[in-house]
Nanobody
Framework: QVQLVESGGGLVQTGGSLRLSCVAS????????RAWFRQAPGKEREFVAG????????AYADSVEGRFTISRDNAKNTIYLQMNSLKPEDAAVYHC?????????????????WGQGTQVTVSS
């Protein structure tokens, strides 16, 4: 089993920044990819960013490219999502997830384990 716990969400003004964290525990060593998804009310859960745990290769959704940065800390078994220049449309519950794929997939069905999520609210 794998447990994922997110933190770092909150309320921020348009143009502000937040950094999300996701700590993993359990049998995580075999999961090659970790990613961030988000889900706004009434919308589908969508891919935001992902990182290959082994080589650090990253992938981003077009909507966040250049504003968000995903990174990892191997020693802490943690991934981060640095979010800058936040917009109202970035408001959502952000979840981290793991996948056995060796490249970063964007489909949510390819991810096996999910965290409970952390709320990000952006005021205009």
């Amino acid at each position: 089993q794998v447990q994922l716990v997110e933190s770092g969400g909150g309320l921020v003004q348009t143009g502000g920044s937040l950094r999300l964290s996701c700590v993993a525990s359990g049998r995580i060593f075999s999961r090659n990819v970790r990613a961030w998804f988000r889900q706004a009310p009434g919308k589908e859960r969508e891919f935001v960013a992902g990182i290959n745990w082994s080589d650090g290769t990253t992938a981003y959704a077009d909507s966040v490219e250049g504003r968000f940065t995903i990174s990892r800390d191997n020693a802490k078994n943690t991934i981060y999502l640095q979010m800058n220049s936040l917009k109202p449309e970035d408001a959502a519950v952000y979840h981290c997830a793991t996948s056995l794929f060796t490249t970063v997939p964007t489909g949510k069905a390819t991810y096996e384990y999910w965290g409970q999520g952390t709320q990000v609210t952006v005021s205009s």
